[in-house]
């Protein structure tokens, strides 16, 4: 079965703080991703890739960068974090984009105070 | 752009009785495919069930679901709920042949009670 596994999988920082989300998949998946989930809406993709050095625009980018180092790790970057991302975050991976299962990870609780 | 409506929020039922969580969704794509995952608490997402075919009945783990083109719906069903069955589930969207990004709904908290 595919595993996804997050670090850390809590973490406070203050306003303005600068944080590493991380991410390993062992499934050699080529498509990686970030969502955030918050209570009432869902979850939105904030960014992802297809490949080692790939980055592709998600829907909800602004304050956020991700880098892709491997095919399997993928690190979402918060550079000066605000209360507003202040949510849980989930990578996900998949071995093709579209019509094949998603596999999350077990998230990480972010919390911008 | 596409678009998916769960438009229950919270769900609470009686252990027993039948469960329905809607679903909708807009897309330009005729062959779109849709899914349902499911979250229980301190797990991962993890998917229960997937459809591109029209009018076509899908089944796992006690649950279905038939994609309905004509009325863009793929409304999440079970004859008899049991308390495991709690959790927030999402409908999501796949806007195949574009880029195949998923859009997911706003999710459905199901509580089921004894």
């Known amino acids: 079965e595919a595993a996804v596994t997050q670090s850390p999988r809590n973490k406070v920082t203050v306003t303005g703080g600068n944080v590493t989300l991380s991410c390993r998949q062992t499934?050699?998946?080529?498509?990686m991703y970030w969502y955030r989930q918050d209570t009432g809406h869902g979850l939105r993709l904030i960014h992802y890739?297809?490949?080692?050095?790939?980055?592709q625009i998600g829907d909800v980018p602004d304050g956020y960068k991700a880098t892709r180092t491997t095919q399997e790790d993928f690190f979402l970057l918060l550079e000066l974090a605000s209360p507003s991302q202040t949510s849980l975050y989930f990578c996900?991976?998949?071995?093709?984009?579209?019509?094949?299962?998603?596999?999350f990870g077990k998230g990480t609780r972010l919390t911008v105070v | 752009g596409d678009s998916v409506t769960q438009k229950e929020g919270l769900v609470t039922l009686t252990e027993g009785l039948p469960v329905m969580l809607n679903c909708t969704y807009q897309t330009i794509y005729s062959n779109a495919f849709l899914f349902w995952y499911v979250h229980y608490l301190n797990e991962s997402p993890r998917l229960l069930l997937k459809?591109?075919?029209?009018?076509k009945r899908t089944e796992h783990q006690g649950f279905h679901a038939t994609l309905h083109k004509s009325s863009s719906s793929f409304h999440l069903q079970k004859s008899s709920a049991q308390l495991s069955d709690s959790a927030l589930y999402y409908c999501?969207?796949?806007?195949?042949?574009?880029?195949?990004?998923?859009?997911f709904g706003d999710g459905t908290v199901l509580t089921v009670k004894p």
């Open positions: 890739s297809y490949g080692a050095g790939n980055l």
């Open positions: 499934n050699s998946h080529n498509y």
């Open positions: 996900a991976s998949s071995e093709r984009q579209g019509n094949t299962e998603v596999f």
């Open positions: 459809s591109s075919t029209d009018n």
């Open positions: 999501a969207l796949s806007d195949l042949p574009n880029t195949g990004k998923l859009t």
